[in-house]
Structure formats: structure tokens, C-alpha cells
């Protein structure tokens, strides 16, 4: 079954400086691989998403990330932080097959600090 | 257009009673999704629902849990005699279907369950 580890709940980042947060996967062929944010009592949002094509993926708010088959990773980043950025981050991956249903890592928690 | 939406969005309830929410799709989207999001915790997957085929309830916790589609509209989770581990956030995505599976899942912005 593929799975994703997200490292450190909690990540702190000053405002301007650069947003990088770690996504490695599991699975047993080539994934799709999604980013996903929450803000406050809201839903999910999709960021931007991996499914073959581009390596480097661009998304929403200025945010990318790259697909690295090698190190089996997929962090995002985003070269200076807003305040607007705080909110919670999800990684997950998906099977190209059957249900596609997403496996999500812990999630990072972001906090900007002025 | 409009988004998934869930109701209800909060909902507390004592130890051992049932309850049931509410997810309405996105129009036209066949495929539903039911996941579920504890403190401190990723989502889980629960079950999917694609069309009128039947259900993969591979995610469900326990026979407490089940869930019912009518065709491609509304779908409801019960919990049956609850119990405190219940207490999470319920998920509700949905997504239309082509081949290769790449479209995005659309979630709502989920019901938060509290069990006493």
C-alpha cells in the first residue's frame, strides 16, 4: 500500500524567508501526488498536483513542488513566506489505478512570524 | 459553481448514540469519498462510492460505521452506539471520472464530531 511521512508537525518560518516542507512516499509504482492546504475550518484545497507529466509542478500562491523519483520525494516550496501562508499543509499520494483513493502524511502545521 | 458541501458542521453527541452526516457533491461528479481526520492526524480513507457500482468499504473502522449513495447525488455516514474515538473531523470529497484518475478530489469543509 502506498503511504507518505511528513517530518516535524510544527514548522516555523520567518515572513520572506524561504517555505520548504519535506514529503517522502512509499509506494510500489509510480504515484500521483497531490499537495493539499487547510486553512482554519475549512477544507481542503489542492496546492498543486504530480501525475506524470512535468517534474516540477507549479501550483497556487506561488507555491511548487518537485516529483524526484530517486529520493522518492515531493516537497514544496516557496521562495518567500507570507503571513497569508500559515495554515496546515498536507502531502498524499494516490495509486494511477482503481478507486485513487489519497493516503495523507501528518500534515505540517506552518506559523509565520512576522 | 457550488462546492461540496457537509452538514451538519458541528455535531455533538453522547456515548452510544447514532448519528448521520450529510455530504452533497459536486454536481456531476460520480466519484464520493469519506475520509476521516483525528487530532494530530492525516486524513484516513473510509469508503468510495463510483456510480452505481458497489461501494469499496475497505476503510471502515468497524460495523458501527456504513455509508449509503443514492446514484450520484447525496451521501450519508452513520455511526452507530458512538464511541469517543469517534471524535474527529468527517471528510467529504468528490471528483468527476475519466480514465486515468487525475482529476482532483474536491473536499467539503467537513463535520466536526464530538463524542461525550
Given at each position: 500500500a502506498q503511504s507518505v511521512t511528513q517530518l516535524g508537525s510544527h514548522v516555523s518560518v520567518s515572513e520572506g524567508a524561504l517555505v520548504l516542507l519535506r514529503c517522502n512516499y512509499s509506494s510500489s509504482v509510480p504515484p500521483y501526488l497531490f499537495w493539499y492546504v487547510q486553512y482554519p475550518n475549512q477544507g481542503l484545497q489542492l496546492l498543486l498536483k504530480y501525475t506524470?507529466?512535468?517534474?516540477l509542478v507549479k501550483g497556487i500562491n506561488g507555491f511548487e513542488a518537485e516529483f524526484k523519483k530517486s529520493e522518492t520525494s515531493f516537497h514544496l516550496t516557496k521562495p518567500s513566506a507570507h503571513m497569508s501562508d500559515a495554515a496546515e499543509y498536507f502531502c498524499a499520494v494516490s495509486l494511477?489505478?482503481?478507486?485513487?483513493r489519497l493516503a495523507f502524511g501528518k500534515g505540517n502545521q506552518v506559523v509565520v512570524i512576522p | 459553481g457550488a462546492g461540496v458541501s457537509q452538514s451538519p458542521s458541528n455535531k455533538v453527541t453522547e456515548k452510544g448514540k447514532d448519528v448521520e452526516l450529510r455530504c452533497d457533491p459536486i454536481s456531476g461528479h460520480t466519484a464520493l469519498y469519506w475520509y476521516r481526520q483525528r487530532l494530530g492526524q492525516g486524513l484516513e480513507f473510509l469508503i468510495y462510492f463510483q456510480?452505481?457500482?458497489?461501494?469499496?468499504?475497505?476503510?471502515?473502522?468497524?460495523?458501527?460505521f456504513s455509508a449509503e449513495r443514492t446514484g450520484e447525488s447525496v451521501s450519508t455516514l452513520t455511526i452507530q452506539r458512538?464511541?469517543?474515538?469517534?471524535?474527529a473531523v468527517y471528510l467529504c470529497a468528490s471528483r468527476s471520472l475519466t480514465s486515468g484518475g487525475q482529476e482532483t478530489q474536491y473536499f467539503g469543509p467537513g463535520t466536526r464530531l464530538l463524542v461525550l
Open positions: 506524470s507529466a512535468a517534474t494511477p489505478y482503481g478507486n485513487n | 456510480g452505481n457500482s458497489a461501494p469499496d468499504k475497505s476503510g471502515l473502522p468497524s460495523d458501527r458512538t464511541q469517543q474515538e469517534d471524535s
